[in-house]
């Protein structure tokens, strides 16, 4: 085989290792990327694996808005939601090219698949994104992880693989959140003492937990995978998986992953974690639903930084010797003690934070080229869902715990700890 040259795509390169290039006398200018158009060798193909509603609204359609990608296959346990994302992608390409599956391991056999972006229930997110890594996908997927130690075999995974992996959040490209961390990380409010989050709640939620027949177009089987087999109830699936401990981490993870991220970006910490938590809170109690629905948690953090944690809004507040800056709700605007704050600028020889202003969709696709990390890679996705999970874990056996996270576990608590992992049923597993 002939060595690659400069001229060479990759896609052209692994066409040609397979045998199966074969091109027309004449090509097209555009095909070839004048123009202004994207040659279809340099497009990145994609799979979409799990087209519900932000599967299908942001995931789906952010890649559709990108000239460089192309969405080749969907995929979702609910064939309804497939076929409707499949006439979803023809209709933005003008052709019948994109096919749809249920089952997520049809996508990672094809070859013809560059990358993947998963878009399940939380307790599939490492699952399928280690099948993809050792398929030679490149992966954007969702947060949260289930648990502690599913997060650490992903990003070890990842790590051994070379791949890319985008843990799927907006915030790190939201300009309200990178503003807050530079201002703090470069010393605005003085030395950071006290951080104060709150996450939203929904009180008032409730679940009918008996069972139902299961529809005809969902493969509640593969839904369930490596859960524990459960009886189906309308309530238990899709949009609702997030209020029930075997999917997910409920309210604490789902918006802990965004808000957790900014407090950890800002304090430095974000590729390590606290030292201490101690969670009180109450559950839902209805017999389906019960992850937390009401919570108060602190965490400690070796450089003196307490992190207090409530439930019951959308807000960020970062608090230091000489003042204070944060926002009042999702995605408001940057409010501080004083103007001379919110007025600084951040000079070139100061901590500049990585990030991308056009999103984690363009983010991702520019490391897949590049080979970079994304701006929210496995590493830190998985450390900021671990700050998640030992705030569940602490309000769940009822006292405060120390957490090392350097080698990631309870020193001295053999309860505490047998939490960091999930038993799955066969025959799955990572």
């Known amino acids: 085989m002939a060595p690659m040259n400069n001229r060479t795509t990759r896609r052209q390169f692994l066409r040609a290792t397979a045998g199966a290039a074969l091109f027309p006398a004449v090509i097209p200018a555009r095909a070839l990327g004048r123009d202004g158009a994207i040659a279809p060798s340099n497009r990145i193909t994609v799979g979409m694996i799990g087209v519900g509603s932000h599967g299908t609204a942001v995931n789906l359609k952010g890649f559709l808005a990108q000239q460089d990608a192309r969405?080749?296959?969907?995929?979702?346990?609910?064939r309804t939601r497939a076929e409707d994302a499949r006439q979803l992608v023809n209709r933005q390409y003008g052709n019948a090219d994109c096919t749809a599956c249920q089952d997520f391991r049809k996508v990672l056999?094809?070859?013809d698949i560059d990358a993947v972006a998963i878009s399940t229930p939380d307790h599939w997110h490492v699952p399928i994104s280690i099948a993809a890594i050792r398929a030679g996908k490149d992966v954007l997927c969702e947060k949260p992880t289930l648990t502690i130690a599913q997060g650490r075999a992903l990003t070890d995974t990842v790590r051994s693989h070379g791949r890319v992996f985008q843990t799927a959040t907006e915030d790190r490209s939201v300009s309200v959140y990178h503003r807050m961390a530079e201002l703090v990380r470069n010393g605005r409010i003085g030395r950071l003492q006290t951080i104060r989050v709150m996450l939203p709640t929904d009180l008032e939620r409730r679940a009918n937990p008996a069972p139902m027949p299961v529809p005809p177009e969902l493969d509640y089987d593969l839904w369930l995978g490596p859960a524990p087999w459960a009886p189906y109830t309308k309530d238990r699936v899709h949009y609702n998986f997030r209020w029930i401990r075997d999917y997910s981490g409920g309210a604490l993870a789902d918006?802990?992953?965004h808000l957790f991220d900014t407090a950890?970006?800002?304090n430095g910490t974000d590729r390590g974690g606290p030292m201490r938590v101690a969670a009180t809170g109450r559950s839902y109690d209805d017999g389906l639903y019960d992850t937390l629905s009401e919570f108060h948690i602190e965490y400690t953090y070796a450089?003196?930084?307490?992190?207090?944690?409530?439930?019951?809004?959308?807000?960020?507040r970062f608090e230091g010797t000489d003042g204070w800056v944060g926002n009042a709700g999702w995605r408001k605007p940057i409010e501080a003690s004083s103007e001379r704050i919110l007025e600084s600028i951040i000079g070139p020889e100061e901590t500049r934070l990585?990030?991308?202003?056009?999103?984690?969709?363009?983010?991702?696709?520019?490391c897949v080229k590049s080979r970079r990390e994304p701006y929210f890679p496995a590493e830190i996705g998985h450390r900021v869902?671990?700050?998640?999970?030992?705030?569940?874990i602490s309000a769940l056996l009822g006292?405060?715990?120390?957490w090392d996270p350097v080698r990631e576990f309870f020193p001295g608590e053999p309860e505490a700890n047998r939490h960091i992992a999930r038993a799955m049923r066969a025959p799955w597993r990572i």
């Open 303 to 316: 450089n003196g930084v307490t992190m207090i944690a409530e439930s019951g809004g959308t807000s960020l």
């Open 71 to 78: 969405v080749i296959v969907v995929c979702d346990v609910d």
């Open 264 to 266: 950890q970006w800002a």
């Open 109 to 111: 056999a094809r070859p």
């Open 255 to 257: 918006w802990g992953m």
């Open 399 to 402: 006292r405060p715990l120390r």
């Open 385 to 392: 869902a671990t700050v998640c999970h030992i705030g569940n």
């Open 354 to 366: 990585f990030t991308c202003p056009a999103g984690e969709h363009r983010n991702f696709l520019d």
